[in-house]
Each structure stands twice: as C-alpha cells, then as structure tokens.
C-alpha cells in the first residue's frame, strides 16, 4: 500500500469538494461539478461523493447513493484525523481494503450553505444545519458495485469501451518483448493491490493507462489497462481476436507482466484460426525502448 499515494488522493478529493461549493464565481474549470441533487433516497444527515481522476489536472465528483449488496464490512488498513488542509476544518480519513484495493475516504462536516452549490435545498430538511460528507477516491470502477450516481457527472474513463476478455501477457528477457494474446480461464479476481494510479501523459501508447501492481500468489504482476480501437488490436493479432473483438469499435485491453509462467494458470492463449498456433508478437528492445520504460517507471513511482 502506498499510504503517500492515498494520501495525495484524499487531499484532490477534499480540494475538488471545497472547488464545487464555491459560490463566488470563482470555481476552478478543472473540477467536474456534479448538478445539484434532488433525491428522496438521499439520506439528509450523511452524503456520500465518489471522486475519481478524469484528466491530469481534472477531477469528477459525483453524488452516490449505496447499494444494498452482501459485500463489507471492509478491512480498515489505517485511519487518522487531519486538520486544516483545502476544506479548513476537521477531516478523517481511513484506508479500506476494497475488491483488493486500498481505497481512501474522507469524511467532515458541511454546512447547509456550504451544500447549496451540490444539493437543492428542498432535499434538506429545515431543521438539517449541517451534514456529514464522505468522500470515497477511487482509480478503477469498483466503485459501481456498491454505489450508484444519482445525477448526470462526467464520464468514467472506460464508460464508453466495453470491457474485453483480451488480456495481452508481456514476457521480457533477453531484451526482447513477448506478448502473447490470451483469455481469461473464468470470473476476474479481486487480486491484492500494492498501489495503482492512471497515467495521464507518459504512456508509450499516448492514452490514459490505468496502471497497478497486484500480489498473485508469490509474484508481484505489473498489470496496465487502456482503451484501444478494433484496428490496432487486429493489426497486432489478426483474426486470432475477432470473435473477442465481434463488431465493437473499441475495447478496454489489459496488459500483464509475468516474470514466470504461473499465468497459465488463469489464462488461455488465443489461437490463430488459419495455423492452429498460439498468437503472439516478439520485438526486440532498443536502447532507447530501455529509456523510455525506465523513465516511465520512475514517473510512475513518484508521481505522489
């Protein structure tokens, strides 16, 4: 777990919330501002916003309601109290273990005027002064099975790109690169999260990449997941992939880095219909192909 990370999330989460309640005519462009709420299901003591990355300098916030579900309670990793910070007052955050992943949350208290950029007043009830806020930060979408938006937010990153069964494994030695197109061998696991975060700007392909490093068995897997076209996929593995791709025009592709062969074990290797044999590509790594991955890396692992 990478406590600094998190940290570094729950402060953009606070500093987005203190960006949407401002009502002087100053509010930053660079906060995605949910529309005010107006929900009989909303509970009127305790507010609860999911906020996630949508750009570099951009941040989406948006009203959530729970999902009724048998998942939880979740393991607490670490918790504390601040104070001061973008919002000004007393915060608490915790870290929970969440489908795998450490996900950091906020809570404070807000006033009615505070809340009046977020919630139509109506929805408050008079006697309500104050409320109690819970921010939730979240990378990835797991979020959507335990929570629901209840008004229009921006778009998820890969709300539009259909999730895909293609999963590309990189093998490196040698200084060659070999990725070999496979599936899953059944239901996607909540594999442990060490850290994660989204590569808004250093990617090699020059897109989001959703970047994390999970604890399978003995092995740390470095694992990054990105949309692509239907193209670029076949240009790479042909019709080794059609009936994965069908008639979609783009698809979110996660690629998985094993030091071992232990993949195997939950992955399947996509055959080439026309030879009957494993699709993979092999190319070999430049001096300049080194640099780069070095210098992403290293982006990478200081960008908190």
Request: a negative charge; aromatic letters at 8%; charged letters at 25%.
């Amino acid at each position: 777990m990478n406590l600094d990370r998190l940290l570094k999330q729950s402060v953009l989460g606070e500093w987005a919330f203190s960006e949407a309640i401002k009502v002087d005519g100053n509010r930053t462009s660079s906060v995605g501002h949910p529309l005010p709420v107006t929900n009989w299901q909303l509970d009127p003591s305790r507010l609860l916003f999911i906020c996630q990355p949508t750009g570099e300098y951009q941040l989406g916030l948006s009203a959530c309601i729970s999902i009724f579900t048998d998942e939880g309670p979740f393991e607490v990793l670490d918790e504390d109290e601040t104070h001061g910070g973008p919002l000004n007052r007393s915060v608490k955050w915790r870290v929970e273990r969440r489908f795998g992943e450490p996900i950091i949350c906020s809570t404070f208290i807000a006033s009615r005027m505070e809340l009046k950029p977020l919630i139509e007043m109506e929805s408050l009830p008079l006697e309500t002064e104050e409320a109690t806020i819970t921010i939730e930060n979240y990378i990835s979408n797991k979020w959507k099975r335990i929570r629901r938006k209840i008004a229009p937010a921006p778009v998820d990153l890969d709300n539009d790109s259909p999730d895909s069964p293609l999963i590309l494994i990189n093998r490196i030695y040698n200084k060659r690169l070999q990725s070999i197109a496979t599936i899953a061998t059944g239901p996607s696991e909540d594999f442990l999260v060490l850290d994660q975060d989204i590569d808004f700007t250093h990617s090699p392909f020059g897109r989001p990449v959703h970047w994390r490093i999970e604890r399978r068995g003995n092995e740390d897997v470095y694992c990054s997941t990105l949309t692509m076209t239907s193209p670029e996929i076949r240009k790479l593995y042909g019709e080794a992939v059609d009936a994965i791709l069908g008639s979609q025009s783009k698809m979110t592709v996660t690629l998985e880095t094993y030091r071992s062969d232990s993949w195997r074990k939950i992955r399947t290797p996509a055959v080439d219909p026309r030879t009957g044999k494993t699709c993979s590509l092999e190319s070999y790594l430049s001096q300049e192909d080194q640099r780069r991955v070095t210098e992403t890396a290293r982006h990478r692992r200081g960008s908190f």
